[in-house]
């Protein structure tokens, strides 16, 4: 296998606060939140527990050509609205299509296309299901739809490991480009999962926060008073290739993927390990293949769901890394702003790590109240100084099925 450096040249971001990268991060450092009360009859027929999402900001159908969108779960469209951004970011290199790949995640797929395929069947009969039902709403419909529109024609392959998807497929693309199975990879991941079957049902779990008086402060991580997560929705997605490669038509380079560390936890279908021994092992992996220490670590992004559990946990992990040293790294919990992407929050959690690392700025954490002396992070609910030495940065997720995913990003 090839040991070349493999760099970021494209980034592409779709969420609940900018319908670019670019809006997103500006959104981000403003201390934005996406989380607002849903405005639809369902919320109310249905009685849900939880009235409140981070929507997109921007709606994928009304940046897609209607023939395009119309054949899309919107999962695979805001697949297609980040990737279409990071290629066009990544000045649209010119690639043989033999050697450009896809890995492209999810965590659910089409939950859209699939429920209301039942309604129309339950109400209408099995002649008004669209036949473009089962494309739409298989897992590797996004994946499949950007290989078309890229013409990508070395592999395009999904990964759906819950929410940490999109942070593997990540890793799965420089693995796969260090294999020479191709010398462009479009990696990311996506999700559109607000609808009331999914909100009900984490709701019964007692995972989602139950603010429904004031949804822009409800995900907050590393809180004392912190109660669960917010569902979010969107894709993001990066443009790799190897160093030599865009260096040779001239690329701008954001940054270096440097490791990528994916492990399993074997302990409980949704609960994380309370020791944090999967997880620190994903974040050993990733500094291990960056050749680098934790002592060389300069930010991380945290997984930090806002969950009660959930983040104490991500705590004792990291803290068996680094040591006591934990308490010193500036830390973003991004999906406080963002609510959480599922399967895509790995992928826009990356764009995020890049852009802090580029610009030497750690995003702020907001609705942070008082902090848990549980979860004695470094953050901060303003942007924190990264400084002007060489930064290796490193995202985490987790997700549900034991999987931990690390990737780790050095400054170019």
Same mark, same amino acid.
């Given at each position: 296998m090839s040991t070349s450096r493999i760099v970021v040249t494209g980034i592409g971001a779709s969420s609940p606060i900018g319908g670019t990268a670019p809006e997103s991060w500006s959104s981000l450092l403003s201390g934005a939140s996406g989380a607002r009360t849903l405005e639809y009859d369902w919320v109310e027929k249905y009685q849900l527990p939880v009235t409140f999402a981070a929507e997109a900001a921007v709606r994928p159908d009304t940046v897609l050509e209607r023939p395009i969108a119309k054949r899309l779960d919107p999962a695979s469209q805001f697949a297609l609205v980040a990737a279409m951004e990071a290629w066009a970011d990544a000045g649209s290199p010119e690639v043989d299509p033999d050697r450009l790949g896809i890995d492209f995640a999810t965590g659910i797929g089409g939950v859209w296309t699939l429920l209301d395929a039942w309604d129309t069947?339950?109400?209408?009969?099995?002649?008004?299901?669209?036949?473009?039902?089962?494309?739409?709403?298989?897992?590797?419909?996004? +994946?499949?739809?950007?290989?078309?529109?890229?013409? =990508? !024609? &070395?592999?395009?392959?999904?990964?759906?490991? /819950?929410? @940490? $998807?999109?942070?593997?497929?990540?890793?799965?693309?420089?693995?796969?480009?260090?294999?020479?199975?191709?010398?462009?990879?479009?990696?990311?991941?996506?999700?559109?999962?607000?609808?009331?079957?999914?909100?009900?049902?984490?709701?019964?779990?007692?995972?989602?926060?139950?603010?429904?008086?004031?949804?822009a402060t409800a995900s907050r991580p590393g809180s004392i008073d912190r109660d669960g997560f917010v569902m979010g929705e969107g894709a993001g997605a990066l443009v790799l290739e190897t160093e030599e490669h865009a260096k040779a038509r001239g690329a701008r380079i954001y940054a270096?993927?440097?490791?990528?560390?994916?492990?399993?936890?074997?302990?409980?279908?949704? +609960?994380?390990?309370?020791?944090?021994?999967?997880? =620190? !092992? &994903?974040?050993?992996?990733?500094?291990?293949? /960056?050749? @680098? $220490?934790?002592?060389?670590?300069?930010?991380?992004?945290?997984?930090?769901?806002?969950?009660?559990?959930?983040?104490?946990?991500?705590?004792?992990?990291?803290?068996?890394?680094?040591?006591?040293?934990?308490?010193?790294?500036?830390?973003?919990?991004?999906?406080?702003?963002?609510?959480?992407?599922?399967?895509?929050?790995?992928?826009?959690?990356?764009?995020?790590?890049?852009?802090?690392?580029?610009?030497?700025?750690?995003?702020?954490?907001?609705?942070?109240?008082?902090?848990?002396?549980?979860?004695?992070?470094?953050?901060?609910?303003?942007?924190?100084?990264?400084?002007?030495a060489d930064q290796l940065a490193i995202s985490n997720s987790f997700g549900f099925g034991g999987h931990n995913a690390v990737v780790a990003f050095r400054s170019a």
């Open positions: 069947l339950k109400e209408k009969g099995p002649r008004r299901v669209m036949p473009m039902t089962v494309p739409m709403l298989m897992p590797n419909a996004a +994946a499949g739809n950007l290989s078309l529109h890229f013409g =990508a !024609r &070395a592999f395009a392959r999904t990964v759906a490991s /819950a929410c @940490a $998807s999109s942070t593997e497929s990540i890793v799965n693309a420089v693995e796969h480009i260090r294999a020479g199975y191709a010398d462009v990879v479009i990696a990311g991941g996506t999700e559109s999962a607000i609808h009331p079957i999914t909100l009900a049902a984490f709701a019964s779990m007692q995972a989602l926060s139950k603010r429904n008086d004031d949804p270096v993927v440097a490791g990528g560390g994916v492990t399993a936890d074997s302990y409980h279908i949704t +609960a994380n390990d309370p020791e944090g021994k999967g997880a =620190a !092992r &994903a974040v050993r992996l990733a500094l291990e293949m /960056a050749d @680098a $220490s934790p002592d060389d670590v300069t930010h991380i992004n945290a997984h930090a769901t806002s969950t009660p559990v959930g983040d104490p946990n991500e705590y004792q992990a990291l803290r068996a890394v680094f040591g006591p040293r934990i308490d010193e790294i500036p830390v973003s919990a991004t999906k406080a702003s963002t609510g959480h992407l599922l399967g895509g929050t790995g992928a826009l959690e990356a764009v995020f790590t890049i852009l802090a690392i580029a610009e030497r700025t750690a995003p702020p954490t907001i609705n942070l109240t008082e902090q848990d002396p549980e979860v004695p992070f470094r953050i901060s609910g303003a942007p924190q100084s990264l400084g002007d």
